[in-house]
């Protein structure tokens, strides 16, 4: 079977990478474009640890085929920093103890930034229902939902 050749923008750097048809955007990111920050949970887009942004919408990139981002705009962890500055989520992330064994972070970080970018001041219900999708097993919710509200905050300020 040919690859595809695909051409995207990767945190907002043109990229180029050969795939399989029925590779996924996961798979793509993680072993042909090398950005790794984005994890698999579970496959099957229940767990939420590989959300990502493509054209500013959150989505599993376990469930989305590589070959579908040609011309598109995807977002990641890695582009959510700003150089050697962490993004308010990921400080308060740290400051609240939001994370633990690292799976799911950078899908809860992805969502999280991607709330705040169109609700700038969520309620703790809002901020609930919008990482729904995103399991973690270790820390519970509490600790992730207070640091996204506090990110919130200081966002706003």
């Not at 270790?138 to 990110?151: F, Q, S, W």
């Amino acid at each position: 079977m040919a690859k595809l050749h695909v051409e995207t923008s990767v945190n907002g750097e043109p990229t180029e990478f050969l795939c399989e048809p029925h590779t996924t955007l996961l798979d793509a990111l993680r072993n042909d474009i090398g950005l790794t920050g984005t994890k698999e949970g579970c496959a099957t887009g229940d767990c939420g640890a590989c959300s990502v942004t493509l054209n500013g919408r959150l989505v599993c990139s376990c469930l989305v085929l590589a070959a579908e981002v040609s011309g598109q705009e995807v977002g990641t962890v890695e582009g959510v920093a700003d150089a050697e500055t962490l993004h308010p989520v990921q400080q308060k992330l740290l400051e609240h103890a939001g994370l633990q064994c690292g799976i799911c972070t950078p899908g809860v970080v992805v969502a999280a930034k991607a709330l705040l970018e169109r609700d700038p001041n969520p309620s703790e219900r809002d901020v609930r229902f919008w990482l729904a999708g995103n399991l973690c097993r270790c820390t519970g919710y509490d600790k992730i939902i207070r640091a996204v509200l506090d990110a919130a905050t200081e966002m706003r300020a």
